[in-house]
């Protein structure tokens, strides 16, 4: 695999920052990487597990001299991060993101964009419920998708940022912003959603039955507890800059949801028959696609004697 | 492990009857295992596999002589089958099932029950997404819960059947029948209405956007294919007869999605960012209870190249 940058520069180092590091290691995609987060603690822990070339303790400090300059943070603190970085910016630099919801993005960035720079947002649908410095692995991006936003960019800044995410591993795709505002709002905003709302009234009646909701979670129930266990700060700026798309898939949701729930009322079996059989078909076809493990029981490992 | 039942009957050769026959096997629990299921293209394929040490044309020819006999047909169909059973069972039998539900079961097998016979109504939690005779795998039960609702049985026909699933490997617990409609009403059943109403939703907007909503499934949208892939004809009965609870555990789910779509709209990160916190909780204590994987993603294998 060739180097594509000799300085990239990663804003936040969270699952997708650290996941990012390793990756471009494995791959040898970059000369070097520079690092900054924040919060002190997640610099400390960086620099322990030798996450980056170099952890800066700013973020302008970080993006000085790097090629390519990759924001990780969470989708409502994008425009900070870009003000602070702006002046500090290389000329002829790609600025990237990492954010899963890319109106926003854009338009939280575009007035601190210096003229000079190519920007390029994208978005790595890749991720696990776990967070933190310590949560990345360089297999994360292996066959999953990654969305470039170009946006108007300049095609050979575009082409280029396409290798770096093949090179991690991923395939990769574009689209228009709203576009993938409204796909991700079907395939991850609104399950998320739906998931922290179905675990928060199993936690409402948990302090009615004790711990039985626990105890007799392997019915189904724990699978939604994983989506649920997501961070929260990220999930919270996805639903306040994802509103209008969200909505409207909720709003076909409940409609949906409402359809059924009458089924059950009337007794309507043929209905209800029908639905869960048409249902069937679509795991199916991701299993297909190479996007989910055949495997029963998405191959878990056998439970441990609790 | 001791021989609890000199011949165990099962009625019904899908997932869970198949993986009590290899379950039974490994820990030697019964001296004979008879099978019947009613298409006969599942005899064919249990026959095929060495899946019982005798496959019956009828139910009532599998019951002949059988000290256990667990029912593991759809709820739907258990009135039916205990009719036919009814008149061939031998007295001093235990005869359970693995329903979902378990009122609704009560109701339909107690007109067909011989006076001579003990009930004690079970159900195991357990399963993966995938039916059918040759689904079964002998761990399915290790570790998880089987309840048990006596409603009234003999405490030693009771106390055998716990020693009959502790030797599937499972941990037995008793349970009075309508408190474990509720309870399964939330840990299973809501949570299955709502992935077939998402997938539901996704599926129609995919003929729109044609394959996106599959190929970006790994956003968090896969986890609920795989719950909507679950056999609909069983899934048609919970719902259908576990009609109240489930409606009751719906209707407070809409109406903390409403809440949470209302601080979407209204901008409430911090009502938002609360919900998820609390959330994430929950499956700290299902990890503790041993009731889920640690490892990232459920610990799924990197996906292959499509």
Redesign the interface.
């Known amino acids: 695999m060739a180097q594509e940058y000799d300085r990239v520069a990663l804003i936040g180092l969270g699952l997708i920052a650290s996941s990012m590091v390793w990756g471009i290691r494995r791959a040898g995609l970059a000369g070097e990487v520079t690092g900054h987060a924040r919060s002190p603690e997640t610099r400390a822990i960086a620099r322990e597990i030798g996450l980056c070339d170099r952890v800066c303790d700013s973020a302008a400090e970080a993006v000085q001299g790097a090629d390519l300059v990759v924001l990780c943070v969470p989708v409502?603190a994008m425009g900070a991060v870009m003000a602070e970085i702006g002046p500090a910016l290389q000329p002829g630099a790609t600025v990237s993101d990492v954010g899963?919801v890319k109106r926003a993005v854009i338009e939280a960035a575009a007035p601190h964009l210096p003229d000079n720079v190519h920007f390029v947002p994208a978005h790595p649908?890749?991720?696990?419920?776990?967070s933190g410095p310590r949560?990345g692995f360089a297999?994360l991006f292996?066959?999953?998708?990654c969305?470039l936003v170009p946006d108007g960019a300049a095609p050979e800044a575009t082409a280029r940022l396409h290798r770096f995410w093949q090179g991690l591993g991923s395939?990769t795709?574009e689209m228009d912003a709203d576009h993938h505002d409204l796909?991700?709002a079907?395939?991850?905003?609104?399950?998320?959603?739906?998931?922290?709302?179905?675990?928060?009234?199993?936690?409402?009646?948990?302090r009615v039955?004790d711990?039985?909701?626990?105890?007799?979670?392997?019915?189904?129930?724990?699978?939604?507890?994983?989506?649920?266990?997501?961070d929260?700060?990220m999930?919270?700026?996805v639903?306040?800059t994802n509103?209008d798309a969200?909505?409207e898939?909720?709003g076909?949701?409940?409609e949906?949801?409402f359809a059924?729930?009458r089924a059950?009322?009337q007794?309507d079996?043929e209905m209800?028959?029908d639905?869960?059989?048409?249902?069937?078909?679509?795991?199916?076809?991701?299993i297909e696609?190479?996007?989910?493990?055949e495997?029963?029981?998405?191959?878990?490992?056998?439970?441990?004697?609790?």
């Open positions: 409502g899963s649908l890749a991720g696990t419920e776990q949560s297999e292996d066959n999953r998708w969305i395939n795709d796909v991700l079907v395939t991850s905003h609104t399950p998320h959603l739906i998931a922290y709302t179905m675990v928060g009234v199993a936690d409402d009646l948990r039955t711990s039985e909701v626990i105890k007799y979670s392997a019915a189904g129930f724990r699978d939604f507890t994983r989506i649920a266990a997501s929260p700060t999930w919270r700026d639903f306040l509103k969200t909505l898939i909720l076909r949701f409940t949906e949801l059924l729930q059950i009322r007794g079996g209800l028959h639905y869960f059989t048409r249902t069937r078909a679509i795991r199916r076809g991701i696609a190479g996007q989910d493990t495997a029963p029981d998405f191959g878990r490992a056998p439970l441990r004697k609790g």
